[in-house]
């Protein structure tokens, strides 16, 4: 069965401390692998696609990498405005949906 | 606005009643599905459509019904609400690549 599990549950850090979500998987074939953001009150918010191993992807302060076991979102020097919960999730090849994990979430304080 | 558009934004029902959660989407995405929230389990897929006519089962789909009759509208119907259904559902469409576009959520309680 496919499984995700994202450590740590929940971050705190101070704004410009930089730091590392982890996004741990188990799928038979891995059609993707997806980052996305959530604020509180609303919907997830799509950020990053990964689709195969050494494949990097940046956008502002976020930097993700997949590994065959494994994804980090890295964020670099991060603001208060960053704070949200994470959500990783996997998507095998024989289907549609998609796998979540239980999400990170950060706070970064000013 | 394009994008995915969920009503109600709240709702509370009584314990065996039954109620429509609408969705729709104006990207002309194949691909939708719902989605309940729950503290401490992330998002858990209900059901979910390829396309206009065809449905299928997620991970947790007893207690709910949906059909697909256009493109655009996904509803999910919750046929004898019970408290174990109380969450945070979302609908969320995707087209032939990228990730999902959510909407913004319907909080029920059942009590």
């Known amino acids: 069965e496919d499984q995700v599990t994202q450590s740590p549950e929940a971050l705190r850090l101070q704004e410009g401390e930089s730091s590392s979500l982890n996004c741990s998987y188990t799928?038979?074939?891995?059609?993707?692998l997806f980052w996305y953001r959530q604020d509180p009150g609303k919907g997830p918010e799509f950020l990053f696609t990964?689709?195969?191993a050494g494949e990097e992807k940046e956008k502002e302060r976020l930097k993700a990498t997949l590994t065959k076991k494994e994804s980090f979102l890295h964020i670099t020097a991060p603001k208060p405005e960053d704070s949200a919960t994470y959500l990783c999730?996997?998507?095998?090849?024989?289907?549609?949906?998609?796998?979540f994990g239980a999400g990170t979430r950060l706070t970064v304080k000013p | 606005n394009a994008g995915v558009t969920q009503t109600p934004k709240f709702q509370v029902l009584k314990t065996g009643q039954s109620m429509t959660l609408q969705c729709a989407q104006d990207m002309n995405h194949e691909y939708m599905s719902w989605y309940r929230q729950d503290p401490g389990m992330g998002l858990r897929l209900i059901h979910y459509s390829v396309g206009a006519g065809i449905t299928d089962q997620g991970e947790v789909p007893n207690g709910y019904n949906v059909s697909r009759s256009t493109t655009e509208d996904f509803p999910l119907r919750l046929l004898s609400a019970a408290p174990s259904q109380t969450s945070v559902y979302f609908c969320a469409s995707a087209g032939v690549s990228y990730g999902y576009t959510f909407g913004s959520g319907t909080r029920l309680t059942v009590v």
């Open positions: 799928v038979s074939g891995l059609r993707g």
């Open positions: 990964l689709y195969s």
């Open positions: 999730a996997v998507q095998a090849p024989n289907n549609n949906d998609m796998r």
